[in-house]
């Protein structure tokens, strides 16, 4: 069976990763084109891409796939099944019908609950505590297409939004696996999604990232949790930025929103009388740390006032 396999960042490389050890057929591999990254803007590839070229594998890297000259690439590569984890553009109609078997998409949450781009932060911002992996057959909808198989995983009470990526990046090539060989045996289910219990998860903006700590810990606690790659949940103090990586409930402390109530651990007072630890931040010019190294190196009295 030939696959054409199309995915960009590291969520996408498991699942590439599987299918070679798995044996199967990659005759090409599509991925964002390079990208300036980093301070220094020095142009990379997309993790794809590097996982590809190290098995010498065709990779191409269109800036659009609504060009006659894609559409005849990938006819000439003549793929029995398209497979796409993550890649970043959406298949034309004509691309979606060129493969025999289809084209099977690797979503990172329980369909039909958050279609969209930013599935794992949603299920992290909205206080979910499980989600999971679907596998679907790709239709012309975002992440409408019929489900093949679904798999749970809890969320934990203090999980970050890049843990939880990564440990649904290796259990999406699980799912996977399961879902090309179903193809293969032609035994994989088709379920349809209900539109009713739908939502959207939609790409991360910095306007989310201000930390209202009129909101109870648990609020605020998911808000740091998942925001913890981009943009990163943010308060000032003494008149500095302050980035909060990770953070955990502190039960037992009362004080009013913002108020510094412990120094030595960094417990801050959050909306209907509840508190919260920094566990991990960054000031304004400084580099991330745990919170108890920067209290140690910073004056921070009680009873100050983060906002």
């Known amino acids: 069976m030939k696959i054409v396999f199309m995915g960009t ?37 997309p993790p794809v891409k590097e996982l590809a070229q190290s098995y010498g594998l065709p990779v191409f890297q269109p800036a659009t796939l609504r060009t006659d000259e894609v559409y005849d690439l990938l006819q000439g590569l003549s793929p029995d099944l398209m497979i796409v984890v993550a890649y970043g553009k959406i298949l034309p109609k004509r691309i979606l019908d060129l493969p025999p078997l289809g084209c099977v998409n690797v979503h990172a949450s329980l369909l039909p609950k958050y279609r969209g781009a930013g599935p794992i932060q949603w299920s992290v911002l909205n206080g979910e505590e499980k989600t999971g992996v679907t596998t679907m057959y790709m239709a012309e909808g975002i992440d409408t297409g019929d489900m093949i198989f679904r798999e749970e995983t809890p969320i934990g009470e203090n999980e970050t939004a890049s843990e939880l990526h990564d440990r649904l990046s290796v259990l999406g090539a699980k799912v996977l696996l399961k879902t090309v060989e179903a193809i293969k045996n032609h035994t994989a289910p088709r379920e349809k999604q209900d539109d009713a219990l739908a939502s959207h998860a939609p790409m991360l903006t910095k306007e989310l990232s201000q930390i209202d700590f009129h909101k109870p810990a648990q609020l605020v606690h998911n808000q740091i949790r998942g925001l913890s790659t981009w943009p990163c949940a943010v308060t000032t103090l003494q008149g500095k930025r302050l980035k909060v990586y ?61 906002g």
């Open 246 to 306: 990770r953070s955990e409930l502190a039960p037992g402390f009362h004080g009013k929103p913002g108020e510094i109530l412990c120094n030595k651990t960094f417990v801050v007072g959050c909306g209907e009388d509840t508190a919260l630890r920094f566990v991990e931040v960054q000031f304004e010019g400084s580099k991330r740390m745990k919170s108890e190294d920067f209290l140690r190196g910073k004056q921070v009295e009680l009873h100050t006032f983060c």
């Open 9 to 45: 960042p590291d969520f996408a490389v498991p699942c590439l990763q599987a299918i070679l050890d798995a044996g199967e057929e990659v005759v090409g591999v599509f991925t964002q084109p390079d990208k300036p990254k980093g301070r220094g803007h020095k142009v990379q590839p």
